[in-house]
Every structure is written in structure tokens, then in C-alpha cells.
């Protein structure tokens, strides 16, 4: 009977239960025993698996977080042949990695080995090379808007220059996703730094307009803190940062995330099926396997970072 061992690497993403739910779902009808791996790919090399099935992993596809746990180990490239022994030993030669740019490249190296292997975007940061959205980023913006309304609820009525980070790691896709859907007056994002005249300039009108600036920034920007200190003692208003941190990375995956994750994962599963490797993208809407050869090492709008 084929096998598929699913693991989840990176930071965790909600909807990445929904996509092993998912993936789960899919394969049992086609007679395919499911496994997962604890902790990423910390737990491949030590042959950390767990038997799944559909029906025990439903009451998770609700939750944020992976509940297959999930690690870093910048030490996976050098320490393959240890994962392949333990693939091997639990006769396994399927797998679905779910993560970021990092964790990609990871089922690269895994494909290059000989296993046939699906890689899924699953990151809140939405920056995966060539992939329109990924698994979690959906329900991070939610998140980071309905907090930067509700900053706002408070600035319209006690002005403040109002900053609110957003994790993004250094990428500016989530902040500026945020900062665009809620009105921002500035987004500072690590991609494009403005000049401190500059924003400045763009604070001043914000506060003429309506007595408060409300800011969105990615954490990657270079001298946050101090840039917003400098802006606030310039512009003469009291500064009031939001760090929501690693909030931002949980709580339920919204629809959009759960109905993305599980696109992903039955498209992936029909790929394994029919023995096809590679990175399975978002591309004009559509999931799109690209091979992991030709993965870019980074995605941003704004040119190579
Ligand atoms: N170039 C690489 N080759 C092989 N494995 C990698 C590579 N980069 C990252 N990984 C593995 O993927 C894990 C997750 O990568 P990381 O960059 O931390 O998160 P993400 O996948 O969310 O971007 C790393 O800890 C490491 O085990
Ligand atoms: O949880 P950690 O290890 O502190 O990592 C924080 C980073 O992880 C993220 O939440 C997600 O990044 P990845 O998906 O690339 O792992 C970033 O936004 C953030 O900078």
C-alpha cells in the first residue's frame, strides 16, 4: 500500500491542519496509508511519525498552528542521508511538505534524492517565489486589519501617531497588505525605506488632514523603532506603538485559508499520485506544480530583496 508522510516546517501557519485534513481526506479513498511527522524536519531525521486518518485530524482543521508541531533546523541539508535511512526504515517514498521559502527548499533536496515530493506555500508572510497567496497569510491580514481598526477607533478620538508592526520577517507583503486594506497614511515597509524628510512630509499631511497619522510597518524595517521616535518628536505628537508579535501568527484559519489549503492539498495528492514532483504554486488563481529546479529563491513585488 503507498505511503505519504506529511510534515509541517517553518513558521506555522493557520490552515496547515487543514491542508494535512485535507490531504488525508483525499488519499484514504485511494487506499493510501497516511503518516505524519512531528516536528518538521527536526522529527524526519529521527523517524517521528504518527499514524493519521481523516476523521481524528477533523476537529483540528479549525485551529491555527500546526498540531503536527513544527521546527528550524538550519542543519537539515547537511544531515539528509539520516532522513532518507528513516524514510526508508518506515517505508516511506511519499511525502507533502507544508512551509515557507526555507522548508521548499528542503523538499527540493528531498526530491533530488529520489522521493517523490509535494511542496505546499504555507507561510503568513506570503513570500514564497512565484506563488500568488499562501497557506495562513489570509488570516494573518484579517488579523492585522482588524486590529489597525481598532488603533484607529482610538486615534480618531485622542490623536496619536499610531505605528503598528506586523511580523513579515523581512518582507513587507503582510504589512503592506494590511496598511493598503485599512487606509493607512504611511506604510514602512523593508523593501522601499523612506527617507525620515520624506515620511515626515507624508505624517504632517495625515495629522493636517485629520489630527492623527496611523502607520503600518513591517518588523524588518531598518531602525523602526528609532525612525518612529525621530517622526514623533518631529511631528510633535506622542508615539504609541503596537507590537502584536507572534499573535499575528495564530487563531482560526479563516475560510479563504481553509478552502486554499485544502485546493493545495488535493491538487498535491493528485500529483503524488501520478508520481509528479515540485513546489505547487498559486498562479492567476489556479494551484500550478512547478519543478523545484526552477524555484525562485525569493518572491517580492518590489524586485529581488
Ligand atoms: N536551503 C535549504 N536546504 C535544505 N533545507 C532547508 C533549506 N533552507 C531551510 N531548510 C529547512 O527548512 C526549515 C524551515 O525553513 P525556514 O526558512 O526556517 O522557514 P520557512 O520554510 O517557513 O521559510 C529549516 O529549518 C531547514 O530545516
Ligand atoms: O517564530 P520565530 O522563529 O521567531 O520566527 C518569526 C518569523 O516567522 C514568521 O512568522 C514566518 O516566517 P516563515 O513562514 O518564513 O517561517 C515571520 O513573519 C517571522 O519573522
Redesign the pocket.
Known sequence: MPKLAILTS????PGMNMAVWAACNALEPRGWSCVGVREGFAGLLVGNFVGLNAASILPYTRLGGTFLGTS?DPGFRAKLPEALRALQAADINHLMVL?????LQGARILAQAGLCVVGLP????N?VAASEE?I?FDTALNLGLLLLDQFRDTAESLPRLCALE?????TGF?ARAVGQAGGADALLLPEEPLPLERLLEITQTAVARHRFALIVAS??YPGLEATLEALSERVGLRLRFARPS?T??GGRPSARDRLLARVLAEAGVEHLANHRSGALLIQQGQPVLVPFEQLEPYKTPFGQV
Open positions: 517553518g513558521g506555522d501557519a528550524r512551509g515557507g521559502n526555507g522548508s504555507a507561510t503568513i508572510d513570500d499562501s495562513g506586523t511580523l513579515g520577517g523581512s503582510l518588523e524588518g507572534h499575528l501568527r
